[in-house]
């Protein structure tokens, strides 16, 4: 990837990201979250993960994201009225993200060690990012957690039909 | 090529407007997006770093960490739900009653 | 370079060539099937010189004019930006998904070998399930942005429905992939070439008929036609999710719902019916399981795949359209009922077996 197609890309990432947090109405952050996972998608294929930007938008933009969607629809819910009570708050807590955000950058680009491994700039192998030598490695090396999200899963669809469930009477 | 730290510099970003998102909304729909911003911003990392290693471990974490957020937000939205049944408000503020 | 640009260009046109005008075309065969079911005489106003033969062309050319001279009214209090978007995000990713679809095997010009495949993808099917899954957005944004009940009660039922019948679709295209061990149509189309016996083309069919069925009653569901078209049911909604609609805007959300029913068919079609395989037809020419050969240059084998490719889909869509107007419309607890306890299981039990029977033939 390029600089000239990453900081573009960046750019509207970080803009759908910020749509997120700082608009009213809740169907538009969804919206603008959307729109971020969509082009993190992007990215993904830049960095080779082929699958795994197929999976974020089967998953992440097609399921979850209209789970969001729907259930914003279902409660019907309204703009928020702007309130003037918490504004120390915002203040502080954009200030300490500023902080955070530009420590974390500083200590990335200043800290002159080379990340290790053979770099972005390295022709990857043929099968890299390919749905075969992910699941290889899923199947092989990652099985137990695999299977214990299986259990996680079920838990969760448990747990979800319990508390949406009406109550019966 | 543009080199992993950039990369990583947008995933910074991307975890920062999550959790500032997180403090500043109080709605508990939004914050919940803030938070799958914010595990969305982990993923990018993961996947840098597995273009960094020409290594698959760092995209087979991001599918686990798709998982687990699909079924927290199937339980989280569920929650949501059963609150809003209670309470008819989102506001994180006003749900309190087991706030010391 | 520019030429491999050119010749990509060249595909897209030919792709999109392909598919508008076959789902303006499905636009005028909907009416007169349904004229034709309803023992009435449908969809003949629009001719010209009174020359009825021509009713296909003339419908097609006065549709989109009639769609375009009328007002765009975006309703009051409506969020005007989502309200424009809305179409828009319907139709883009049912149109991009034809980007993987295979419509021949490969055509040789000189040293050049073109794959007639617009983006042979490694993901192939999984860029399908992706665009498919986008489609609710237009479903959602539509119903939200109009400011109307019944939009807001369509675009609900819509996603619903279509995040229902999205895991049935996805467990029977799971089990192709089983079967075919790719992720790529066009490898998949390949492999439907062999012959069982000696004889009898290997298409898919023969062995998923179960997700076949799964995948023909999930596509349709997908997009959201009879008998599974709660979200517009005219009758309870209006048209539900798209009501506040007109001009082009409501042109596009029409369109778009021709476009789903041609990309289920080309699914339909790539999965259990050869793809762009003519049975008996290898990449030299004929050869017939009872002797004889019949050896052809390759453009003409690849303009029969086409063709051939072309027949089955409008065969599907035509399939697609008897089924609309024969079948009433289910009730939505009936329709949440097939999807989860009907197809879901289905599909598991259909994915189990494959995979026992891979082991077992292994």
């Known amino acids: ?41 992007i990215m993904f294929v830049f960095l080779d993960a082929h699958l795994v930007a197929a999976l974020q938008i089967i ?91 299986a259990v996680l899963l079920l838990v969760a669809v448990l747990g979800a039909v319990v508390l949406a469930k009406k109550k019966m009477s | 090529m543009v080199p992993a730290t950039y990369y990583l510099a947008l995933s910074i970003v991307l975890f920062v407007i999550g959790a500032v998102g997180f403090l500043i909304r109080r709605n508990l729909i939004i914050m919940f997006m803030s938070i799958e911003l914010m595990l969305n911003a982990a993923n990018l990392a993961f996947v840098t770093f597995a273009r960094q290693q020409l290594a698959m471990d760092g995209q087979v974490i991001v599918f686990f960490v798709m998982t687990v957020a699909a079924g927290e937000v199937a339980v989280g939205l569920a929650i949501i739900i059963a609150l809003f049944r209670h309470r008819e408000t989102l506001n994180a503020d006003e749900v309190r009653m087991l706030r010391w | 370079m520019l030429l491999e640009i050119g010749i990509i260009v060249v595909k897209i046109l030919a792709v999109i060539g392909l598919v508008l005008p076959l789902a303006g075309m499905l636009g005028w065969i909907e009416r007169k099937g349904s004229a034709l079911i309803q023992d009435r005489i449908g969809a003949n106003r629009a001719s010209i010189f009174g020359f009825a033969g021509a009713g296909l062309v003339n419908t097609m050319m006065a549709d989109p004019l009639k769609f375009a001279t009328k007002e765009d009214i975006i309703p009051r209090g409506a969020d005007r930006f989502l309200h424009t978007l809305a179409p828009c995000v319907n139709l883009f990713p049912v149109l991009v998904a034809f980007a993987v679809i295979p419509f021949a095997d490969v055509l040789v010009v000189g040293d050049r070998i073109i794959n007639m495949q617009i983006a042979p993808l490694g993901v192939g099917i999984m860029y399908v399930l992706a665009m498919m899954s986008l489609g ?189 107007w024969t079948i009433p419309r289910f009730r939505y607890d009936q329709l949440m009922h097939l999807g989860w306890l009907g197809l879901l299981p289905l599909g598991f039990a259909n994915i189990i077996v494959t995979a026992v029977m891979i082991l077992a033939f292994q």
Not at chain 1, 16 to 22: K, N, S, Y
Not at chain 3, 137 to 149: E, K
Not at chain 3, 251 to 273: G, K, N, R
Not at chain 3, 289 to 299: A, E, S
């Open chain 1, 1 to 41: 990837m390029t600089p000239l197609t990453f900081f573009p890309l960046a750019a509207l990432i970080v803009a759908a990201a910020l749509g997120v947090i700082l608009n009213r109405h809740p169907i538009r952050s969804g919206l603008c979250l959307a729109a971020t996972l969509f082009l993190l998608a």
């Open chain 1, 59 to 149: 998953v992440y933009a097609g399921a979850i994201l209209v789970l969001f969607l729907f259930v914003i629809m279902l409660l019907n819910l309204e703009a928020e009225l702007p309130q003037r009570r918490r504004q120390n708050l915002t203040i502080a807590a954009t200030v300490a993200g500023g902080l955070f955000a530009a420590a974390g950058i500083y200590a990335l680009f200043t800290s002159g060690g080379q990340l290790p491994g053979p770099g972005t700039a390295a022709a990857p192998p043929l099968e890299f990012g390919s749905s075969a030598a992910l699941g290889y490695r899923l199947f092989t090396h990652f099985v137990l957690p695999f299977e214990i999200t």
């Open chain 3, 136 to 324: 609710v957005y237009g479903v959602v944004l539509g119903g939200w942005a109009s400011n109307n009940r019944w939009s807001l009660l369509g675009g609900i039922r819509g996603s619903a429905q279509m995040i229902s019948y999205e895991l049935p679709l996805g467990l029977a295209i799971v089990a192709m992939v089983l079967t075919y061990g790719t992720f790529d149509l066009q490898a998949m189309a390949r492999a439907q070439g062999q012959l069982l016996w000696g004889w009898l083309p290997a298409w898919g069919i023969l062995y998923q008929p179960v997700a076949f069925l799964i995948l023909l009653i999930a596509g349709i569901a997908e997009s959201k036609r009879i008998p599974f078209d709660l979200p517009e049911s005219e009758s309870e909604l209006i048209s539900g999710y798209f009501t506040e609609y007109s001009g082009i805007k409501h042109l596009m959300f029409f369109m778009t719902d021709f476009v789903e029913v041609i990309i289920v068919s080309a699914l339909l079609t790539t999965f259990f019916f050869g793809g762009w395989q003519v049975p008996y037809l290898t990449a030299s020419g004929f050869v017939f399981p009872w002797g004889g050969t019949l050896d052809l240059p390759n453009l003409v084998i690849v303009v029969l795949q086409m063709a051939s490719f072309t027949l089955k889909i409008v065969f599907f869509c035509w399939f697609q359209i008897m089924i609309r």
